[in-house]
C-alpha cells in the first residue's frame, strides 16, 4: 500500500479520513463504484468506536419508542441487507423482554407487532408473548419474584470489527489503497481556497505524504470535529460524546442461547445481556463526557450501575470479581441545541460540506453504515464534479474464506495449528494471517481486533501477548528489543480492560 502510495502522481477521486465502519463503507463504495480510493486511518482500523459496539444489527426497539419511525424501518431494512451479505458474520437472536406486570406485557408485545411490521420482507422472526413459566424457561436465571411473562422478538447480532476488517479486504479487492498508522495532519488547498489534498504521516516508515484528491470524506466518527478544524479552526463543533461501557461475563450467566433485553434504566437507555463469542457480554450506559479518547475508560459509576442492573433482573447476578473484561465505546452524537441529554440525540446520520469543500459524514450506527456510506459516496460524485456511477452495494456479498486461508498456514507448520489459549477457539495460524493478510502491526492489533481475545478475557491476552509477539516478530523479521516493547506496550494497555 505505501509503495503505491510513493509512487502516485495524479489526484485520486477520493480521499477518504476515518478507518472505522463508516470510512471502510465509504472505501467500499466508491471503490465498487470505480472510483478510484485512498483511505487513511490514525490507528489501527476499527481503533475507536467501530470495534466497541454491542454487537448488535438491529432496527432499534428504542428509537421505535422514541416515535422515530423512519429511522427504525431505515435500519431494519439495513439489518436485512447486511444479514444477506455477510451471513458468515451476521446471525439472527432471540431477545427477551422479562415482564413484571400484566401491562407491561401488553405495552412490549404491541410495540414489537410494529417492530415486525417495520421490518416486512426483511423480517428476522415474528415476536410473541411468553408466559411466566416459559419464559423461566428460555431464561432459567432471570427473577421469577414477581416476573408476568414476557416478549420475544428477533434482531441481528455480529462481530463488529471482524465485519470491519473484512469491508476493508472487499475495498481492496476493488482497487481501493487503505492505511492504518496513517494520520492526516493537514489540507491542502487550491488558489479558491477549496481543499484539493491531504498531508499525511506513516507512523511505520516516518515518511510523510501530501496526496491530491477531488473529494475529501471526513468519516472520523469521535474525532469529526478535529478533523473540521484543520480545514477551518473558527468551525463549531457538530458532535458531542457519550460513552457505554461493556461487561463481559463467562457463558454461564446466560445460559441456553437467548439474549435479554431490559428496556428502561434509570439513564434512558435499554440494557442488554447477549451471548457473544462463547462469552456473556452486558451493555450498555449513557455517560456524558467532553472530548473523545483513543482508549477510552470507565468510570466506575458505568461498572456499579450495570451490575446493579443486573442485580434485579437475574437470580444469579455477576459479582464485580467475575468480570473478564470492560470495554469502552464512545458514540459521536449529532448536538442539539436543546437537550444535555445524551440518550435522547438521534443515531440519524448527518453530512456537511464546510466552505472549503470538506465532505463530513458523522452520527448513525454500525447497523446502517451501507446506506450513510451511499449518502456520502453520492454526495462526493456531485461536490467534486465526478461522473455518475450507480450504488452497487446493496447487492456487495463478502465472502472472504478466512478458514481456508487459516488451513493453509496450518499446513506449512503444524506447530500454527495450535490454539493459543486453552479456553479460547483462536490458534497461531491467526496471528500469522493478521500479519500477512490484515495489516496488523502490533500485538494490540491483532489480541482486540484480529481476534478478540482482550474484549472476551482480558487476563488471557495478558497471559498469550509475549507468544502472540514472538510469532509475530517471526513474521515481521523484527527483534527480541521490539517484542519486549510490544508486550510492554499491551500489558499497559490492557490494565483499561480490567476491573
Not at 471502510?24 to 470495534?51: I, N, W, Y
Not at 424501518?73 to 451479505?85: M, Q
Not at 481501493?176 to 504521516?201: E, H, Q
Amino acid at each position: 500500500m505505501l509503495t503505491r502510495v510513493r509512487a502516485r502522481k495524479t489526484p485520486y477521486d477520493m480521499v477518504i479520513i476515518g478507518g472505522g465502519a463508516t470510512g471502510a463503507g465509504c472505501a467500499v463504495d466508491a471503490s465498487s463504484r470505480g472510483f478510484d480510493v485512498l483511505l487513511l486511518e490514525q490507528h489501527d482500523f476499527g481503533k475507536g468506536t467501530s470495534s466497541r459496539s454491542t454487537k448488535l444489527v438491529h432496527g432499534g426497539v428504542r428509537y421505535l419508542e422514541q416515535g422515530n419511525i423512519s429511522l427504525v424501518r431505515e435500519a431494519l431494512k439495513e439489518r436485512g441487507i447486511l444479514k444477506k451479505n455477510a451471513p458468515h458474520l451476521v446471525r439472527t437472536q432471540a431477545f427477551i423482554i422479562p415482564c413484571y406486570s400484566a401491562w407491561q406485557k401488553i405495552y412490549y408485545g404491541f410495540g414489537l407487532k410494529i417492530y415486525d411490521l417495520l421490518s416486512g420482507k426483511y423480517s428476522f422472526g415474528r415476536s410473541k408473548i411468553l408466559s411466566k413459566e416459559r419464559t423461566i424457561d428460555r431464561i432459567p436465571h432471570i427473577n421469577g419474584e414477581g416476573l408476568s411473562g414476557g416478549v420475544v422478538y428477533f434482531d441481528g447480532q455480529f462481530d463488529d470489527s471482524r465485519l470491519l476488517i473484512e469491508l476493508m479486504n472487499a475495498a481492496v479487492q476493488r482497487g481501493a489503497t487503505i492505511l492504518n498508522y496513517a494520520k492526516v495532519f493537514g489540507f491542502s488547498k487550491d488558489p479558491a481556497g477549496m481543499i484539493d489534498g491531504v498531508s499525511f504521516k506513516c507512523a511505520d516508515s516516518g515518511e510523510t505524504f501530501e496526496i491530491k484528491g477531488k473529494a475529501v470524506i471526513n468519516a472520523t466518527g469521535a474525532f469529526t470535529d478535529d478533523v473540521r478544524n484543520l480545514s477551518n479552526n473558527n468551525s463549531e463543533d457538530i458532535v458531542t460524546h457519550s460513552q457505554g461501557v461493556h461487561l463481559v461475563f463467562d457463558s454461564s450467566f446466560l445460559p441456553g442461547g437467548d439474549a435479554i433485553m431490559i428496556p428502561k434504566t434509570s439513564d434512558g437507555r435499554v440494557l442488554f445481556a447477549i451471548p457473544w463469542n462463547g462469552k456473556t457480554l452486558v451493555g450498555t450506559t449513557d455517560t456524558p463526557i467532553k472530548s473523545a479518547a483513543l482508549e477510552p475508560a470507565p468510570f466506575e459509576s458505568e461498572i456499579g450501575f450495570t451490575l446493579e442492573t443486573c442485580n434485579k433482573y437475574l437470580s444469579n447476578p455477576p459479582k464485580r470479581e467475575d468480570i473478564l473484561s470492560v470495554f469502552v465505546g464512545i458514540r459521536p452524537l449529532v448536538k442539539s441545541s436543546s437537550t444535555t441529554n445524551t440518550a435522547s440525540l438521534s443515531r440519524d446520520h448527518t453530512i456537511e460540506i464546510d466552505g472549503s469543500n470538506l465532505l463530513t459524514i458523522t452520527g448513525g450506527k454500525w447497523t446502517t453504515y451501507r446506506h450513510m456510506a451511499e449518502d456520502a459516496v453520492n454526495n462526493a460524485i456531485k461536490l467534486a464534479g465526478l461522473e455518475k456511477a450507480i450504488c452497487t452495494t446493496e447487492s456487495l456479498t463478502l465472502n472472504v474464506d478466512l478458514e481456508k486461508d487459516i488451513e493453509e498456514i496450518v499446513k506449512e507448520d503444524p506447530n500454527f495449528g495450535k490454539k493459543l489459549h486453552k479456553d479460547l477457539p483462536y490458534r497461531k495460524a491467526d496471528i500469522v494471517y493478521a500479519v500477512r493478510a490484515e495489516m496488523a502491526q502490533t500485538v494490540e492489533d491483532v489480541l482486540a481486533r484480529r481476534t478478540r481475545i482482550l474484549f472476551l478475557d482480558t487476563r488471557a491476552a495478558i497471559g498469550i501477548s509475549k507468544m502472540v509477539a514472538e510469532i509475530m516478530a517471526n513474521e515481521m523479521e523484527e527483534d527480541a528489543e521490539w517484542i519486549e516493547k510490544q508486550v510492554d506496550e499491551f500489558e499497559k494497555l490492557a490494565q483499561n480492560y480490567l476491573v
